[in-house]
């Protein structure tokens, strides 16, 4: 047995093993950087993706499931349907309410929509906080496009509110829905 070529095998395959264990290194170190870079934070929010049958639109930025669970819209504000007088729900539509709730049913009533979540999953009313999205398109930003919700950002539920500004700041030049009037307001 050649010693020279004992060796020369042992060296190879040690640096064989070497090469995978920096591999293996790099790879695990590249994960990290991937698991805890901003993008994937948004990416974890996004983890809280269901889909599910929207029994009816109760108003503009908010819908009732199949199942009875509420959800209230991230990150847009629409003009409100009903009000409180004493202890009592009044109908007394806000100026636009009714479009922007008929804009609703019409996207989402009867139809599976996909919901995701952001950071916060229930609000304070304990409505579930979801994007709604149905055939890809998000509703949410669709109510604002066309002038019938505000942008209304409630950190930490911020994944989509750039989005939200710009096109309440389209609508709102184009004069589009709550904007169609000089001076109106939400």
């Known amino acids: 047995m050649n010693p020279t070529a004992t060796t020369s095998r042992r060296v190879a395959g040690l640096r064989r093993h070497a090469r995978s264990a920096l591999w293996l290194a790099a790879g695990a170190l590249l ?14 929010g996004s983890a809280g993706v269901e889909e599910a049958l929207v029994s009816r639109a109760i108003d503009g930025d908010t819908i009732e499931l199949a199942d009875g669970e509420r959800v209230r819209y991230i990150g847009i504000d629409t003009p409100e349907l009903y009000r409180r007088s004493g202890s009592e729900w009044v109908y007394r539509p806000q100026p636009h309410a009714e479009q922007a709730w008929t804009f609703n049913r019409r996207a989402v009533e009867g139809r599976t929509v996909r919901l995701e979540s952001d ?48 096109l309440e700041r389209e609508a709102r030049d184009a004069g589009r829905g709550l904007w169609a009037t000089e001076g109106a307001s939400p």
């Open 119 to 166: 950071v916060e999953r229930r609000d304070r009313f304990q409505r579930r906080l979801a994007y709604v999205y149905r055939d890809g398109r998000l509703v949410n930003a669709d109510l604002v496009e066309q002038g019938l919700a505000s942008a209304m950002t409630i950190p930490p539920n911020t994944q989509h509110a750039d989005l939200f500004r710009r």
């Open 31 to 44: 994960y990290a950087a991937w698991t805890h870079a901003p993008w994937a934070y948004r990416a974890a």
